[in-house]
T-cell receptor
Framework: AQSVAQPEDQVNVAEGNPLTVKCTYS??????LFWYVQYPNRGLQFLLK??????LVKGSYGFEAEFNKSQTSFHLKKPSALVSDSALYFC???????????FGKGTRLSVIA | EAGVAQSPRYKIIEKRQSVAFWCNPI?????LYWYQQILGQGPKLLIQ????????DSQLPKDRFSAERLKGVDSTLKIQPAKLEDSAVYLC?????????????FGQGTRLTVV
């Protein structure tokens, strides 16, 4: 069975500083990894995904994520945080094709001006 | 391109009442998902359809929840009777078939409060 762990319920960072939101995963086959963001009273918005290839994936709004197979991690990063990045971030995994995404419990990011 | 449409956006009902949610996926997306997101938790899959067939409903509480996608396009999720613990956001998502490892596209969700 697939699973995702997001060890931090909340991450606080000052505006302009780099941010990292952590994610580790467990899957039986090759992992397909995703990050989504959720703003208040909104659905989930896709940020980026890792399928294969380059371990550093670039996505929307200046976010990137690094796939590390040996550590089974897929941490979300941004070099310089904005107050508008404050939201709930979800990591998700699937093991193949069109199988459903399995989500972590989410990490609330708060960027302080 | 229009996104995934869901209605209603909000619903408040008393326990033991019934409720239905509607979802219209992105045009041409054969796969449709219903997720339940309880406050403070990540979305949890309830059911997956491909066209009008059920692919996975292993986590759907079938004694009270039902879902259908009769014509392979829009879908309805029903709860009858509702319990307090059903209070959550119900998210619908869709994705195309034949596009390997595509992401799922989510609607804005329906927030259900059971009192």
């Amino acid at each position: 069975a697939q699973s995702v762990a997001q060890p931090e319920d909340q991450v606080n960072v000052a505006e302009g500083n780099p941010l990292t939101v952590k994610c580790t995963y467990s899957v039986s086959g090759n992992p397909y990894l995703f990050w989504y963001v959720q703003y208040p009273n909104r659905g989930l918005q896709f940020l980026l995904k890792y399928i294969t290839g380059d371990n550093l994936v670039k996505g929307s709004y200046g976010f990137e994520a690094e796939f590390n197979k040996s550590q089974t991690s897929f941490h979300l990063k941004k070099p310089s945080a904005l107050v508008s990045d404050s939201a709930l971030y979800f990591c998700a995994v699937r093991d193949s094709g069109n199988t459903p995404l399995v989500f972590g419990k989410g990490t609330r990011l708060s960027v302080i001006a | 391109e229009a996104g995934v449409a869901q209605s209603p956006r909000y619903k408040i009902i008393e326990k033991r009442q019934s409720v239905a949610f509607w979802c219209n996926p992105i045009s041409g997306h054969a796969t449709l998902y219903w997720y339940q997101q309880i406050l403070g938790q990540g979305p949890k899959l309830l059911i997956q359809f491909q066209n009008n067939g059920v692919v996975d409903d292993s986590q759907l509480p079938k004694d009270r929840f039902s879902a259908e996608r009769l014509k392979g396009v829009d879908s309805t999720l029903k709860i009858q009777p509702a319990k307090l613990e059903d209070s959550a956001v119900y998210l619908c998502a869709s994705s195309p078939v034949g596009v390997p490892n595509t992401e799922a596209f989510f609607g804005q969700g329906t927030r259900l409060t059971v009192v």
